[in-house]
């Protein structure tokens, strides 16, 4: 159920009462309301290729009254994204990893002059179904101020979202420790050409395939069908020269991908 038709600010959004994602925390309403904006407000984009997790977002954080988040705009990839970062200077962008047209790192590639104003930075939290490291490196590389997985509470999210506009770090449990590792580490990352074969999205299917996922939860947790889930499953088997789910299986432990 990707979006990436066209980006949206705060008019188009205003009053929005569509399903909530349960991996967001979304329709938590108490777990949200301990969360009061007062005395406190930022202004927030959020850039992710899916209309339905956009919505449960927005549903969820977007009640300034009560959070003091208000939602600034929208996009569903990275040049939607670019140019309504670019308008509405938000203090804190919301930013999935794996988006049409390069992916978050190229977002922040492209908003590097905004992250680096010294007295309205543009500040990125990055948020993904994703948990593996090279994705918590890359964009933290790239210069977002934390990452969080899309299980996170509505509470926490809100709470990560200010924490990153005062210029904190912030991280979902078990992710900083890729951080540390990766920078305490003189060493330039190896470079792995058959996982460079595949995309990002046949990497988030690959990942879930090899924790045990059916195709069925796999569709449900990156917002596609079942159809689109076997065809990333076929192009990965095909790139990587293996003959069934089990061979990818062991091919993802063998490169600590699980």
């Not at 593996?132 to 509470?155: H, S």
Request: charged residues 25%; negative net charge; hydrophobic residues 40%.
């Amino acid at each position: 159920m990707s979006d990436a038709t066209e980006a949206s600010g705060p008019a188009e959004q205003a009053g929005t009462t569509g399903p909530a994602d349960p991996a967001t925390g979304a329709g938590e309403a108490a777990d949200t309301d301990a969360a009061t904006g007062a005395g406190r407000h930022v202004k927030v984009v959020l850039v992710d290729d899916h209309r339905m997790f956009r919505t449960g977002v927005q549903a969820e954080i977007g009640r300034t009254e009560q959070t003091g988040v208000e939602v600034v705009g929208e996009a569903a990839d990275v040049d939607q994204a670019v140019s309504v970062i670019t308008a509405t200077r938000p203090e804190v962008v919301l930013l999935d990893v794996h988006l049409p047209g390069g992916g978050g790192v190229e977002v922040l590639r492209r908003c590097a002059a905004l992250m680096a104003d010294a007295e309205e930075p543009v500040r990125f939290l990055a948020l993904s179904v994703s948990d593996a490291a090279e994705d918590v490196i890359g964009v933290i590389r790239g210069g977002a101020r934390g990452y969080v997985t899309k299980t996170i509470t509505g509470t926490d999210l809100i709470d990560s979202i200010f924490r990153v506009q005062e210029g904190d770090a912030v991280f979902s449990p078990r992710l900083a420790g890729f951080v540390l590792d990766a920078f305490a580490s003189t060493d330039a990352a190896p470079v792995d050409e058959d996982l460079d074969r595949l995309t990002q999205r046949e990497r988030e299917v690959l990942r879930l395939i090899a924790r045990g996922y059916a195709y069925k939860e796999i569709a449900k947790q990156l917002y596609i069908s079942v159809k689109t889930v076997e065809s990333h499953v076929s192009a990965v088997l095909r790139k990587l020269q293996l003959s069934n789910r089990h061979e990818l299986t062991r091919w993802a432990t063998a490169r600590r991908l699980v």
